[in-house]
């Protein structure tokens, strides 16, 4: 029986309509067994159904928000799964001192637009030292294309991002590639999603 849910535990509308899709991509994708490290966790809604629904793997949220760290650790309580670790302390732009040595994916959830360009490359090199050959980086969010025309909402949404924090804004998806292939990981895959997101699979090389 799932303890109460503490107040310390948020949550996020746009959880509970991009967790199901974002599963349906990790349930083909994930390796059967091993550990998923989710970096920049945030509430910990998403950790929680995908620990639930993908049983034989260990799921390991991190953050680096004191906040975000207590209201996981609030619904890993509340959710009683096993298989769904203690939150830690991971902050993306500094990937030498990650607390996890070695992960078999990486999942990161809406966080490069929201967050410094020194994160996401941490992110990049992170993953590439934790990840065995073919592991995978998951990216989800909305992303700019050269040769795909960008949607209405998400020019809008990457002007607003910009006017809070001139390091935000939606990241193309070129300069990914490009960091990415820096670091021994190959685009795989581009998964068109709902609401104009997608989902990037890297693989090491």
Known sequence: MSDPLSPAARTSPSTARNRDP????LRTRLPANGLVLEVAAGAGEHA??????????QYQPTDADPGALDSIAAWREHAGLGNLLCPLVLDASQPDIWPVERADAVLAINM??????????????????????????FL????????????????????????????W???????LVALAATHGLGLSERLTMPANN???VFRKT
């Open 198 to 200: 997608l989902v990037l």
């Open 22 to 25: 974002i599963l349906q991509v």
């Open 48 to 57: 929680v159904h995908f620990a639930a629904a993908l049983p034989t793997l």
């Open 112 to 137: 490069i637009h929201i967050s410094p360009w020194t994160a996401t490359a941490g992110l990049m090199a992170g993953a590439a030292r934790v990840l065995p050959a073919g592991g995978g980086l």
């Open 169 to 175: 804004g939606i990241r193309h998806l070129d300069h």
């Open 140 to 167: 989800y969010g909305p992303f700019i294309e050269g040769d795909t025309p960008t949607a209405p909402s998400n020019l809008e949404f990457d002007q607003s991002l910009r006017r809070r924090n001139r390091e």
